[in-house]
């Protein structure tokens, strides 16, 4: 789990990166289903997946998407930020047990707004299977004359 960090626009600088890297369990494919009620048999009944061109389970896409959702929200830029948008473009299963590791980078910066634009990618080894980019509006420390509190 990541500790939260907060970051002002002011903190942000093009470049800046962030990593998350989680194992996919079982418990994780299984407790996302539930959460949004998508119980399509491929995340849920390895007797199903096997008969997949993937031949066992994989996790939501979405839930791979998500660990994005969570290095913004926790530490790039963390606590206070608003996501705007996100694009993602899925490129290969994840399957469970997999590790993906996820990259976040400051590609943009919008003063005027106080927006960024991040590049997002996921990896399960050298193989690129999730990427696109997001855009959050980031508190600033100036907004109304005094700093934001910090988390």
Known sequence: MLTLRTLYFEDLSLGLTERLAKTVASSDVVGFAEVTGDRNPIHLSEHFAAKTPFGTRIA?????????????????????????????????????????????????????????????????????????EAWVKVPSKNKGGRPLPRV
């Open 60 to 132: 939501h896409g979405l839930y791979t998407a998500s660990l994005i959702s969570a290095v913004l929200g926790t530490r790039l830029p963390g606590p206070g930020a608003v996501y705007i948008s996100q694009t993602l473009n899925f490129r290969a299963p994840v399957k469970i047990g997999d590790t993906v590791d996820v990259t976040v980078s400051v590609v943009e910066l919008l003063p005027e707004k106080s927006r960024a634009r991040l590049a997002c990618t996921c990896a399960v080894g050298d193989e690129i299977v999730l990427d696109g």
